[in-house]
């Protein structure tokens, strides 16, 4: 089992960026992926974004993509979320997962998730 803790969620106005971290705890197999995926008040929870733990192949959803980056760096275990130019539909709580990963549907969620990091984006 992993666990995930994630941080570096705030307060910001629109426009403005932030990077998510997420630091993974416990074993990391070839076949995992971490990624990100938000809830919003009122809403369910959505995919915004994965990475492929080992070649680092990464998928985003579409209203994100151009605008939010997902990286991870190995040897600290640790996955990050740049995200720029953000907009106030994107206040949520940001939840890092982790898990085995699907490679018929790159949104489905692993086993793993943090307790999540507040992003709101003012206008």
């Known amino acids: 089992q992993v666990r995930l803790v994630e941080s570096g969620g705030g307060l910001v106005q629109a426009g403005d960026s932030l990077r998510l971290s997420c630091v993974v705890s416990?074993?990391?197999?070839?076949?995992?992926?971490v990624g990100w995926f938000r809830q919003a008040p009122g809403k369910e929870r959505e995919f915004v974004a994965v990475?492929?733990?080992?070649?680092?192949?990464?998928y985003y959803a579409e209203s994100v993509k151009g605008r939010f980056t997902i990286s991870r760096d190995s040897a600290k275990k640790t996955v990050y979320l740049q995200m720029n130019s953000l907009k106030p539909e994107d206040t949520a709580v940001y939840y890092c997962n982790a898990g085995v990963r699907q490679k018929s549907d790159p949104t489905r969620p692993g086993g793993s998730w943090g307790q999540g990091t507040q992003v709101t984006v003012s206008s």
């Open positions: 990475i492929s733990w080992s070649a680092g192949s990464t």
């Open positions: 416990g074993l990391i197999f070839s076949n995992y992926a």
